[in-house]
């Protein structure tokens, strides 16, 4: 199978950090990857402008690691491009994937098992029942 583009969910965790790598080992030469951090909207904002600024918050906080995520990806010879999406990690990063026609989605999860996963659920188990795009989940 040749993968021509991935979508990497990436929030910075040693976990996302590990879909990276997987991303980068994967990859051929013209694989395109692209890094998605996803900024969930604040629950409650009376105003509009409260969360244009919390937007912003989130865009000044995001850069400078997504920065890091490109300057990884050269020291391995790979272009990384990297993206901040608004709304519901794993709806965004499903929606975002169908939408680049990706041939891959590649998720970290911490891997916790038993009641406690399913009392916590996690993107990565959404990502997983959302997506007909295959994901790749690489456990802590």
């Not at 993968?3 to 040693?14: E, N, P, R």
């Not at 995520?69 to 020291?75: A, D, E």
């Amino acid at each position: 199978m040749n993968i021509k583009k991935i979508v990497v969910a990436y929030d910075g965790s040693t976990q996302s950090k590990k879909a990276l790598d997987w991303a980068i080992a994967m990859g051929s030469a013209d694989t395109e990857i692209i890094a998605v951090t996803v900024v969930r909207p604040p629950e409650f904002s009376p105003m509009v402008s409260e969360v244009d600024e919390f937007y912003a918050d989130a865009e000044r906080f995001y850069q400078p690691m997504l920065e890091k995520v490109r300057i990884y990806g050269k020291s391995n010879n790979k272009e990384i491009k990297t993206l901040i999406l608004h709304g519901h990690p794993a709806e965004s990063i499903v929606h975002f994937a169908y939408e680049q026609k990706a041939d891959l989605i590649i998720t970290g999860t911490r891997g916790l098992g038993g009641f406690k996963s399913l009392v916590i659920g996690s993107v990565a188990q959404k990502v997983v029942s959302y997506s007909k795009i295959p994901v790749l989940v690489v456990k802590e």
